[in-house]
């Protein structure tokens, strides 16, 4: 079977085991990529059955001669190890040959995170009221930022004071609490800010019709700001989502407690938010003159 043929039957069967739009578009677009680079090699069109683990090596070593970043080298491992597991259980190939493939060894590196003062100063520098609200809630929430742009007006409870999470990261549900200064931002942002009466996402504008904000003019605006603001870190939608986790751990809120928040399944990545910096070494080595 072509490799291009194989690469649309993957999209199809992401699509019937309910993969996540973003999952499956990533994959796909890695194998579209990995494609390009089988073909080139071999001047042609290729089939599934003739690439060789040498071929994927090959290709691995290329992402790493080209500049390639690991995160983005163990992106284009794991995409392989799914594509070639799809392609065993269908037949398509005799032997999944990315099965006993070395992984990608990842630098042990910290998240980057804002402090609460580093958060209010990029705040002060977001002057559209409605990026200045999704700013504000995602620093409250730990909401992803596919999350807050899927979320619905009726996936917000102003009664029970709840976030309604519906089909998360890995199709799952959650809770998330809302806080008291948030609870009176939305409920502003509801009587005054928002102006979107097409649509039922919670997060709209007259411009975007029936459709959420879009997440380009989200990002620019808030990593203009924090450019503004004189910080020097990259700073994403996804680094407020750590920084709502990191926030938590050093007000002493349990593991436990922050998984629930952020949906992980499992407790060891939400640990990667106990971080040490300076201050708390220097205070921890201080305890020892008391």
Known sequence: MLLSEAIERFNDYLYSIDRSPLTAERYVRDMTFMRKFFEEKANGPVFVEDITEDDLEDLL??????GFAPNSRSRYFYTLRSFYKFASKKDIVIKDIAANMETIKLPKKERNYLTEEEVDRVVAEVHNP??????????????????????KLDDVDFE??????????????????????????????????????ESDYFFATSRSGKKSISYPHICLSLSTAAEKSGIKKQVSCHVLRHSFASTLVKKKVGLVEIQKLLGHSNLAVTSIYTHTNLEALTEAVNTLNS
């Not at 200045?132 to 979320?151: M, W």
């Not at 004071?161 to 509801?190: A, F, M, T, W």
């Open 61 to 66: 070593r290329y992402l790493k001669e080209k």
């Open 130 to 151: 409605i990026i200045k609200t999704i700013v504000i809630f995602l620093y409250n929430t730990g909401l992803r930022i596919s999350e807050c742009r899927n979320l």
């Open 160 to 197: 029970k004071k709840v976030i309604r999470v519906i089909e998360g990261k890995n199709k799952k549900d959650r809770i998330v609490p809302i806080n008291n200064q948030l609870y009176s931002l939305l409920k502003d942002y509801l009587d005054n800010v928002r102006d979107a009466p």
